[in-house]
């Protein structure tokens, strides 16, 4: 039987998996700040996202989060919903590995859910609904299908939840055209994995 620390240790790694490697981030930008005065202390800036590898252009796409003026560039085929979330999917990934604060990925099944929303867009020129191709991040007490819903604690780890065990607001978000890219909450698990013997 695993250890905790080899539990939590193997669902860090397997988040890091997920994360396209052109997308992967230089060691030195994940290191832990060391003083008040240390140019990456605020890993949220444009400057640090794009130190670490987020293009001008994806910048300034995962800037716009106003949900109709998204909704407005989808209509006006200025972006697609593809380029937008891939965009969102790399700026989590850059936050993800230096904060660990994702507790589940999605990115490649997000990506493909958005091609299918292009796909649908030019096929019936209209949106499949309000939040369509909206990028999403949910706390990771919501439940989505294939995804695990440990909520920070290891013994939870394991079990993907279903169609059927998914939460009705993942539901709902879903049929609005919204795109789950991750779950956000691994706080427990990354200081489990840190705390001593």
């Known amino acids: 039987m695993a250890s905790w620390k080899e539990t939590a ?4 790694k397997s988040l890091l998996d997920k994360i396209l490697e052109q997308w992967l981030v230089p060691e030195a930008l994940c290191a832990t ?3 008040p005065d240390d140019p990456y202390l605020n890993v949220a800036t444009d400057a640090f996202m794009a130190k670490a590898g987020l293009s001008p252009r994806e910048l300034a796409l995962t800037s716009k989060t106003s949900i109709p003026d998204i909704l407005a560039s989808y209509e006006s ?5 593809e380029e937008l979330v891939t965009a969102f999917c790399h700026r989590a ?3 993800h590995q230096t904060t660990e604060s994702l507790a589940e990925i999605r990115f490649a099944e997000a990506i493909t859910e958005a091609k ?3 796909e649908y867009l030019r096929t019936h020129k209209k949106l499949i609904g309000p939040l369509h191709g909206i990028p999403v ?3 990771d007490q919501f439940r989505v299908d294939g995804l695990e819903s440990a909520i920070g604690f290891i ?3 394991g079990k993907a939840d279903t169609v059927e065990s998914e939460s009705l607001v993942t539901k709902q978000i879903k049929e609005l055209g919204g795109i789950i890219i991750a779950k956000a909450g691994s706080e427990r698990i990354r200081l489990a994995r840190n705390a001593p013997e």
């Open 33 to 35: 700040p060391t003083t």
């Open 9 to 12: 240790d193997k669902k860090q």
């Open 93 to 95: 990934a850059i936050n």
């Open 116 to 118: 299918s929303q292009d």
């Open 155 to 157: 013994g939870w780890l």
């Open 77 to 81: 085929h200025e972006v697609s919903a």
């Open 137 to 139: 991040s949910l706390k």
